[in-house]
């Protein structure tokens, strides 16, 4: 099998790039052209969303549903309006869809003014959708960008109340989704024991695995009828980048952890899912001379430059795992070492790499975030942790951690009885997550080192662990280079169940882990939520807003154990600090 090279990657977005309609403003009145379209019975079953803004343009989509069993194209009119009520419009257009493109449309509405709210809905066969709010990047200086970020929406696994609470915030310029915005799993697979009890069951005709164009189009079609995250799209325009659940768990270049024999050729299902994926978000396609990429640059002014990257599927080599270093004689530490610091191990690609580190050195705003799945920080906990890892409820992990924990506070007061037996439980230390940076340190290392050289004030923000965390980031000289902020879930389950803690157990993990991982600042190891980053030209303040439940249709916002967290620009001061009073 190869890799998805130019030729792939061309065949995945063609269909996408086709349903791309360019509107530059008026071009009539909102309406579905055709009398044999005002007939069908159709609906907008699943809202509206905007996606992808640049100062002077947006992407605009919805999904008409046909209700009569017809398969002819339909035609589909928008609008955009400077208010809600529409009488102000600034463009307006008609285009068909159809079974093609799974009855989908995009249009990237351009000539529009930086840093403007507009309004936009669609009409087919004299039925209107929803109606949805956007707005366009700021242009020159501007004093605040606001972000919510978010990541791992598993529709089986609970109810999307913090897609709800994210709609809810106020002054939000983009909504960052950091990927698994679908799951590919079936009934009865990952997290969803509870799904017949919550009404969140898949579909007769979509209850398994998803491998075909036909079965990912429908996962996204479940996905899309849920109203909470219909309300965030029709809030905000999203910014999105897909991680591995889009296509398979732990998805690498050529191949993905849950891709098993029997289930066809990898490189068609990816095709498949890329494809599906095109089709369902507001992304903007890759333009005709740049096709093979979905990595790309958001520009909020002086202020902030966003780097959304693709750490999955284009420069991704297959993930290291322990059980290829443990053999009879134990854990081969020198073997395991040489492959993970390997200078050829890459995980964004050489053509990528090349592409962020221009854009780092070509960007003058104030703050280089980087949108991206996975952790960047370095989470090396005691080795000895491992065995208690892979046997997560086994019991000894709450009394080992204890010891760890109490090994080092010794040490970190300059204990002078410690033995070297006990130093060395806490200093041999290994990867907790070989899917994250943690398994390609020698590209983590030439990334950080050239935000470092080029004096940038670095903002990583993640997703894919289901949990919040905060790391402090540094070169392994220990050069402060930025922070990194990471959002818990929308639903999926985090460490409290692959841990086997207890709700009383919870506060002891977090404490215990932050005080072994040098450089972690912050965890929440059991709650659901999202993350607003608010970026000023003073600082950059990560506030963690987490929901009660997933598992009921009432909710709250969990006020309690709201977490929030800033740092400050310029070269002596990339650590995280508390926020002000």
């Given at each position: 099998?190869?890799?998805?090279?130019?030729?792939?990657?061309?065949?995945?977005?063609?269909?996408?790039?086709?349903?791309?309609?360019?509107?530059?403003?008026?071009?009539?009145?909102?309406?579905?052209?055709?009398?044999?379209?005002?007939?069908?019975?159709?609906?907008?079953?699943?809202?509206?969303?905007?996606?992808?803004?640049?100062?002077?343009?947006?992407?605009?989509?919805?999904?008409?549903?046909?209700?009569?069993?017809?398969?002819?194209?339909?035609?589909?009119?928008?609008?955009?309006?400077?208010?809600?009520a529409f009488t102000d419009l600034v463009h307006s257009g008609t285009a068909t869809t159809g079974a093609a493109r799974d009855y989908t449309l995009k249009v990237d509405a351009q000539n529009l003014l930086p840093g403007t709210t507009y309004y936009y809905r669609f009409k087919a066969a004299d039925v209107i959708s929803p109606v949805g709010r956007m707005k366009t990047l700021p242009a020159g200086s501007i004093d605040q960008v606001r972000f919510a970020v978010m990541s791992c929406s598993n529709y089986p696994a609970g109810y999307f109340h913090v897609y709800a609470a994210a709609a809810a915030e106020s002054e939000l310029d983009a909504v960052i989704h950091l990927g698994d915005y679908i799951y590919e799993y079936g009934n009865g697979g990952y997290a969803t024991e509870d799904a017949a009890a919550l009404g969140r069951l898949l579909p007769d005709n979509n209850a398994g695995e998803i491998l075909t164009l036909t079965d990912y189009r429908r996962?996204?079609?479940?996905?899309?009828?849920d109203t909470d995250l219909q309300s965030l799209h029709a809030a905000a325009p999203f910014i999105a980048v897909w991680d591995d659940h889009e296509v398979a768990n732990d998805t690498w270049r050529d191949g993905a952890?849950?891709?098993?024999?029997?289930?066809?050729?990898?490189?068609?299902?990816?095709?498949?899912?890329?494809?599906?994926?095109?089709?369902?978000?507001?992304?903007?396609?890759?333009?005709?001379?740049?096709?093979?990429?979905?990595?790309?640059?958001?520009?909020?002014?002086?202020?902030?430059?966003?780097?959304?990257?693709?750490?999955?599927?284009?420069?991704?080599?297959?993930?290291?795992?322990?059980?290829?270093?443990?053999?009879?004689?134990?854990?081969?530490?020198?073997a395991f070492a040489a492959d993970v610091s390997d200078s050829n191990r890459t995980l964004l690609g050489q053509t990528q790499l090349n592409w962020l580190q221009t854009q780092l050195a070509t960007s003058t705003a104030i703050w280089q975030v980087l949108g991206q799945q996975i952790l960047m920080g370095r989470m090396l906990l005691p080795a000895e942790m491992l065995t208690a890892l892979q046997s997560p409820g086994s019991g000894d992990l709450t009394t080992m951690l204890t010891e760890l924990v109490t090994i080092k506070l010794r040490r970190q007061a300059g204990d002078p009885t410690l033995t070297s037996e006990e130093i060395a439980r806490i200093e041999t230390v290994i990867p907790y997550n070989l899917d994250a940076w943690d398994g390609y340190a020698?590209?983590?290392?030439?990334?950080?080192?050239?935000?470092?050289?080029?004096?940038?004030?670095l903002i990583v923000l993640a997703g894919d662990t289901h949990n919040a965390w905060a790391n402090n980031l540094a070169t392994l000289s220990g050069d402060a280079v930025g922070v990194e902020f990471a959002t818990a879930s929308v639903s999926s389950p985090g460490l409290e169940e692959y841990l086997g803690l207890s709700d009383a157990e919870v506060p002891g993990a977090e404490q215990a882990i932050t005080t072994l991982v040098d450089g972690l600042e912050y965890l929440n190891a059991n709650q659901r939520g999202y993350l607003v980053v608010t970026f000023t030209t003073n600082d950059a303040v990560a506030d963690w807003r987490f929901v009660d439940t997933v598992k009921s249709s009432t909710w709250n916002l969990d006020t309690s154990r709201a977490k929030s967290l800033r740092t400050l620009p310029g070269a002596a001061n990339r650590v995280l600090v508390p926020t002000l009073s």
């Amino acid at each position: 099998m190869s890799g998805l090279n130019r030729r792939d990657f061309l065949r995945a977005s063609a269909l996408a790039v086709g349903t791309i309609v360019v509107s530059s403003g008026l071009q009539g009145c909102l309406s579905s052209s055709s009398s044999d379209d005002a007939a069908r019975e159709l609906s907008f079953n699943h809202g509206v969303a905007s996606g992808d803004p640049l100062a002077d343009r947006v992407i605009i989509w919805t999904r008409v549903t046909p209700l009569d069993g017809r398969s002819a194209d339909i035609s589909v009119g928008w609008e955009i309006a400077t208010d809600a009520a529409f009488t102000d419009l600034v463009h307006s257009g008609t285009a068909t869809t159809g079974a093609a493109r799974d009855y989908t449309l995009k249009v990237d509405a351009q000539n529009l003014l930086p840093g403007t709210t507009y309004y936009y809905r669609f009409k087919a066969a004299d039925v209107i959708s929803p109606v949805g709010r956007m707005k366009t990047l700021p242009a020159g200086s501007i004093d605040q960008v606001r972000f919510a970020v978010m990541s791992c929406s598993n529709y089986p696994a609970g109810y999307f109340h913090v897609y709800a609470a994210a709609a809810a915030e106020s002054e939000l310029d983009a909504v960052i989704h950091l990927g698994d915005y679908i799951y590919e799993y079936g009934n009865g697979g990952y997290a969803t024991e509870d799904a017949a009890a919550l009404g969140r069951l898949l579909p007769d005709n979509n209850a398994g695995e998803i491998l075909t164009l036909t079965d990912y189009r429908r996962r996204y079609a479940l996905y899309r009828t849920d109203t909470d995250l219909q309300s965030l799209h029709a809030a905000a325009p999203f910014i999105a980048v897909w991680d591995d659940h889009e296509v398979a768990n732990d998805t690498w270049r050529d191949g993905a952890e849950n891709h098993n024999e029997g289930e066809g050729d990898f490189t068609a299902r990816k095709l498949a899912a890329l494809q599906a994926y095109f089709e369902w978000m507001p992304v903007r396609p890759a333009s005709a001379n740049d096709e093979e990429t979905i990595y790309r640059r958001f520009d909020f002014g002086d202020l902030v430059s966003l780097h959304m990257l693709d750490t999955r599927i284009i420069g991704r080599d297959e993930q290291l795992d322990y059980a290829n270093y443990i053999g009879a004689s134990g854990f081969d530490a020198t073997a395991f070492a040489a492959d993970v610091s390997d200078s050829n191990r890459t995980l964004l690609g050489q053509t990528q790499l090349n592409w962020l580190q221009t854009q780092l050195a070509t960007s003058t705003a104030i703050w280089q975030v980087l949108g991206q799945q996975i952790l960047m920080g370095r989470m090396l906990l005691p080795a000895e942790m491992l065995t208690a890892l892979q046997s997560p409820g086994s019991g000894d992990l709450t009394t080992m951690l204890t010891e760890l924990v109490t090994i080092k506070l010794r040490r970190q007061a300059g204990d002078p009885t410690l033995t070297s037996e006990e130093i060395a439980r806490i200093e041999t230390v290994i990867p907790y997550n070989l899917d994250a940076w943690d398994g390609y340190a020698y590209e983590r290392e030439v990334l950080l080192g050239t935000a470092r050289g080029l004096n940038q004030n670095l903002i990583v923000l993640a997703g894919d662990t289901h949990n919040a965390w905060a790391n402090n980031l540094a070169t392994l000289s220990g050069d402060a280079v930025g922070v990194e902020f990471a959002t818990a879930s929308v639903s999926s389950p985090g460490l409290e169940e692959y841990l086997g803690l207890s709700d009383a157990e919870v506060p002891g993990a977090e404490q215990a882990i932050t005080t072994l991982v040098d450089g972690l600042e912050y965890l929440n190891a059991n709650q659901r939520g999202y993350l607003v980053v608010t970026f000023t030209t003073n600082d950059a303040v990560a506030d963690w807003r987490f929901v009660d439940t997933v598992k009921s249709s009432t909710w709250n916002l969990d006020t309690s154990r709201a977490k929030s967290l800033r740092t400050l620009p310029g070269a002596a001061n990339r650590v995280l600090v508390p926020t002000l009073s």
